[in-house]
């Protein structure tokens, strides 16, 4: 009876060591998986950030062909009443002139948010990172915990298994 006993309490240690060994190793599969999503995540990041840095470009180069677009229409105005030396051209041109420079600041305003957006954004990706490494070690630390305690609640078991009286 006590052989069936041992072999019982054989095959429970064996079950133990063994989930404990699955439990780690899907914790460490875990923990890859998270890093490669954030890792994608942090390049979707990038992708998005060149995207609105493009935008911004362009969006200055249309300021600024709007622009020769006005100052070119207001000298033709100009020429056809006679009026290219008036102080009225020149006002004209130099409120041309504000309204573009004010456009392309506020152009260049929301890129700059948006790329610390984007800082922030990489920042919290590398925290969230970082959390998911603790928390696989974590997960690993408890199963090997688990499998130390049982170790040690069955430590008569596994002597007599051994042959240990």
């Known amino acids: 009876m006590a052989a069936i006993s041992t072999i019982i309490a054989g095959v429970g240690l064996a079950l133990a060591a063994g989930s404990a060994y699955v439990n780690y190793e899907n914790s460490r599969k875990q923990a890859s998986l998270a890093s490669q999503s954030l890792g994608l ?4 990041q ?5 995207r609105a840095n493009l935008a911004a470009n362009r969006q200055r180069r249309q300021l600024i062909r709007q622009s020769l677009t006005q100052r070119a229409n207001a000298l033709t105005a100009a020429a056809g009443q006679g009026a290219l030396d008036s ?6 041109l130099a409120q041309v ?23 922030l954004g ?4 590398n925290v969230n990172q970082q959390a998911a490494s603790a928390a696989g070690n974590a997960v690993t630390a408890q199963g090997l915990m688990s499998l130390g305690g049982g170790l040690i609640d069955n430590s008569g078991t596994i002597g007599k298994f051994f042959g240990e009286y």
């Open 122 to 125: 990489g920042a919290i990706t």
């Open 41 to 44: 995540q942090r390049r979707q």
């Open 87 to 92: 102080s009225g051209l020149y006002g004209g």
């Open 97 to 119: 002139s504000g309204q573009t420079n004010t456009n392309i600041m506020g152009t260049n305003l929301g890129q700059d948010i948006g790329n610390q957006l984007y800082s």
């Open 46 to 50: 990038e992708l998005e950030n060149r």
